[in-house]
């Protein structure tokens, strides 16, 4: 089994990448033979985005400000969160079926492919309803920061904190997905709970949680540098020192993710035992 695991030092880079692209662009040209579906869920993850904009909106007619964060400074978090779960969904969405496929054997012929197998699972489906997130929550991120009076010499970082959103978000899901070779079932539940996490936590100011939660989300379970830490540190909440937290996190992050998948890769026997 040793000789299956995933990001195996033997394999090249650039064959790991080409087997991930080729397989993307399959399931693009796929996604692309049926127009109308994929219209409808990129509008669901649109309306999605709307909700949240429009939530946002109604507070900040009732309240100046949350914990002295601002309108705009909101939609920063908001959007960048948006954007995480969007490119997650699009470059990476297979990762979700880790279950299925270890209860049904599935992994078995992709342990026989000459390629890693997390990049196969990972490549396997894209979720179209990422579409509308990364477009809408992007747009979100672009009025938050003109709303915000960001220098546009920030752009860079900006960039930066949008492509770095994604890959923890990612590397984080595929580390909870891979508890499933252990904990045998369809749902991949941690990787749900850090989702809800998220969502309940991380698209508002981080300092207004009791400290467990702060801790939760900053040490433990990192999510709060998918987007809390970049926003805080370009809106000035946040000394510019943290900023560096944001890449050894993701840099962590893949790594945790690479070794808990190889882990489980040599835990798995195929259904059935």
């Given at each position: 089994?040793?000789?299956?695991?995933?990001?195996?030092?033997?394999?090249?880079?650039?064959?790991?990448?080409?087997?991930?692209?080729?397989?993307?662009?399959?399931?693009?040209?796929?996604?692309?033979?049926?127009?109308?579906?994929?219209?409808?869920?990129?509008?669901?993850?649109?309306?999605?985005?709307?909700?949240?904009?429009?939530?946002?909106?109604?507070?900040?007619?009732?309240?100046?400000?949350?914990?002295?964060?601002?309108?705009?400074?909101?939609?920063?978090?908001?959007?960048?969160?948006?954007?995480?779960?969007?490119?997650?969904?699009?470059?990476?969405?297979?990762?979700?079926?880790?279950?299925?496929?270890?209860?049904?054997?599935?992994?078995?012929?992709?342990?026989?492919?000459?390629?890693?197998?997390?990049?196969?699972?990972?490549?396997?489906?894209?979720?179209?309803?990422?579409?509308?997130?990364?477009?809408?929550?992007?747009?979100?991120?672009?009025?938050?920061?003109i709303g915000a009076g960001?220098?546009?010499?920030?752009?860079?970082?900006?960039?930066?904190?949008?492509?770095?959103?994604?890959?923890?978000?990612?590397?984080?899901?595929?580390?909870?997905?891979?508890?499933?070779?252990?904990?045998?079932?369809?749902?991949?539940?941690?990787?749900?709970?850090?989702?809800?996490?998220?969502g309940n936590s991380m698209?508002?100011?981080?300092?207004?949680?009791?400290?467990?939660?702060?801790?939760?989300?900053?040490?433990?379970?990192?999510?709060a540098f998918v987007n809390?830490?970049?926003?805080?540190?370009?809106?000035?909440?946040?000394?510019?020192?943290?900023?560096?937290?944001?890449?050894?996190?993701?840099?962590?992050?893949?790594?945790?993710?690479?070794?808990?998948?190889?882990?489980?890769?040599?835990?798995?026997?195929?259904?059935?035992?």
């Open positions: 089994m040793a000789d299956t695991l995933p990001l195996k030092r033997t394999v090249p880079a650039r064959h790991v990448f080409a087997i991930y692209w080729r397989t993307w662009g399959a399931q693009i040209r796929s996604i692309i033979e049926y127009p109308a579906d994929l219209w409808v869920m990129a509008s669901a993850g649109a309306m999605w985005n709307i909700l949240q904009f429009a939530f946002i909106a109604v507070l900040f007619a009732n309240v100046p400000d949350v914990a002295g964060w601002g309108y705009h400074e909101m939609l920063l978090l908001s959007g960048l969160l948006s954007v995480a779960g969007g490119l997650n969904a699009l470059f990476w969405d297979g990762i979700w079926s880790t279950g299925g496929m270890v209860l049904k054997g599935d992994i078995d012929y992709r342990i026989t492919r000459p390629a890693p197998v997390v990049i196969q699972i990972g490549s396997a489906h894209i979720g179209m309803q990422s579409i509308g997130e990364v477009v809408f929550g992007t747009a979100m991120f672009a009025y938050g920061w960001i220098s546009p010499a920030l752009l860079p970082v900006g960039v930066l904190a949008l492509v770095v959103a994604g890959i923890i978000e990612s590397a984080l899901v595929t580390a909870l997905c891979a508890v499933n070779f252990w904990i045998k079932g369809h749902m991949s539940i941690f990787a749900f709970l850090m989702i809800d996490l998220q698209r508002l100011p981080l300092g207004i949680f009791p400290t467990a939660v702060r801790v939760l989300a900053m040490f433990i379970v990192p999510v809390f830490v970049p926003v805080a540190v370009l809106t000035g909440h946040m000394n510019a020192w943290w900023l560096i937290g944001t890449p050894v996190t993701a840099l962590a992050a893949i790594l945790l993710a690479a070794g808990v998948y190889r882990l489980g890769l040599r835990s798995y026997d195929s259904s059935g035992h």
